[in-house]
């Protein structure tokens, strides 16, 4: 049972646009949702996090937004660039389970010049 | 600060044999959690431990072990090694004393069982 879905595998965008990765999930007892950027053969690099109690959270370029009655979160990437091009990981926790993450498979972002 | 570090970052071994691998977490946190990903499986949680007690479980057998000292360092073990068991291991750690947290990650061993 897949608790996190991320649907695209891939995602193509041009240097300075925006990129949208989305994330579906399943289990209304996750209350706290992160982004990870990943490069091949190394860990996960934490990138922006959301509690349930909101519904935007901005860093930098980085925005992600939830939407809670949709169980739907979103990474907006504004304006992206080449460095930007990764795989990026949407995971999920709940407070009731310590220390846990979900994962979602995983997105491959491409940002050509 | 430094950030999670993870050791050896390369293992080849046999089928049969166990493996130990090490995990300092970045200091001040005192909880530690280690994932396994793999191509079919992606990334999936295997424990977590906090002051020196394994809080949480993920659905892996009992061959995949672990244990936290009392400074907050973890080691994982895997016994009796299957080819499956080849994959990139990962420890993340946070403050987590209750509830959630970011959990930061290490750079991950990467284990090759032949």
């Known amino acids: 049972d897949q608790q996190v879905k991320q649907n695209s595998p891939s995602l193509s965008v041009q240097e300075g646009r925006i990129s949208i990765l989305n994330c579906d999930y399943t289990?209304?007892?996750?209350?706290?949702f992160l982004w990870y950027k990943k490069y091949p053969a190394e860990g996960p690099t934490f990138l922006i996090s959301?509690?349930?109690?909101?519904d935007k959270n901005e860093d930098g370029r980085f925005t992600v937004f939830l939407n809670k009655s949709a169980k739907h979160l979103s990474l907006h990437i504004v304006p992206s660039q080449p460095g930007d091009s990764a795989v990026y990981f949407c995971a999920a926790s709940a407070s009731s389970n310590t220390g846990k993450l979900i994962f979602g498979q995983g997105t491959t972002l491409q940002v050509k010049p | 600060k430094a950030g999670v570090t993870q050791t050896p970052r390369y293992l080849i071994k046999t089928r049969g044999q166990q493996v130990t691998l090490s995990c300092s977490p970045i200091?001040?946190?005192?909880?530690v959690s280690w994932y396994q990903q793999t191509p079919g499986q992606g990334l999936q949680f295997l424990f977590e431990?906090?002051?020196?007690?394994?809080?949480n479980k993920g659905n892996f057998p009992g061959r995949f072990s672990g244990r936290q000292f009392s400074n907050s360092r973890s080691e994982m073990n895997v016994s009796t090694l299957e080819l499956g068991d080849s994959a990139l291991y990962l420890c993340?750690?946070?403050?987590?004393?209750?509830?959630?947290?970011?959990?930061?990650f290490g750079p991950g061993t990467r284990l090759t069982v032949l």
């Open positions: 200091s001040g946190h005192r909880s």
């Open positions: 959301i509690s349930s109690i909101k």
């Open positions: 993340a750690s946070s403050l987590l004393i209750a509830g959630t947290d970011t959990q930061y």
């Open positions: 431990y906090f002051s020196e007690t394994q809080r």
């Open positions: 289990n209304s007892m996750f209350d706290y």
